[in-house]
């Protein structure tokens, strides 16, 4: 099955994100299941390179380079990126800039879509 998360949330501003990472880790521990995840908004902040929090029991950016090991596509909304001034080199490279239109085509490829 096809799964598209979309993240909208930064990593520690809330549950949200880590509970998504959780569940798509889930999800890619069978290999039938093809995982996506697209970051918009503040969501884009999860995929920094270099993030490490020191007052939280998870760390996000080794939670997507685990994912991306699985075969899971991670992209990043362009927009909000230029929006927030954040250059490529900032991204974890596992993560990917892509367009809204990259987020259409994922949403009518996937079977589920998932929103956190």
Same mark, same amino acid.
């Given at each position: 099955?096809?799964?598209?998360?979309?993240?909208?949330?930064?990593?520690?501003?809330?549950?949200?994100?880590?509970?998504?990472?959780?569940?798509?880790?889930?999800?890619?521990?069978?290999? =039938?299941? =093809?995982?996506?995840?697209?970051?918009?908004?503040?969501?884009?902040?999860?995929?920094?390179?270099?993030?490490?929090?020191?007052?939280?029991?998870?760390?996000?950016?080794?939670?997507?380079?685990?994912?991306?090991?699985?075969?899971?596509?991670?992209?990043?909304?362009?927009?909000?990126?230029? =929006?927030?001034?954040?250059?490529?080199?900032?991204?974890?490279?596992?993560?990917?800039?892509?367009?809204?239109?990259?987020?259409?085509?994922?949403?009518?490829?996937?079977?589920?879509?998932?929103?956190?």
């Amino acid at each position: 099955m096809k799964y598209l998360f979309v993240l909208n949330d930064s990593p520690y501003s809330s549950q949200r994100t880590y509970n998504a990472l959780r569940l798509a880790g889930n999800l890619c521990r069978s290999t =039938e299941n =093809e995982i996506r995840l697209f970051l918009i908004g503040d969501g884009v902040s999860s995929a920094f390179e270099g993030l490490t929090p020191a007052h939280v029991h998870y760390n996000s950016p080794e939670m997507f380079r685990q994912l991306a090991a699985r075969g899971a596509g991670i992209g990043v909304c362009k927009t909000c990126l230029e =929006e927030r001034g954040i250059p490529d080199q900032n991204l974890l490279s596992c993560a990917v800039r892509r367009t809204l239109d990259d987020l259409t085509l994922w949403t009518e490829e996937a079977d589920k879509v998932l929103v956190f």
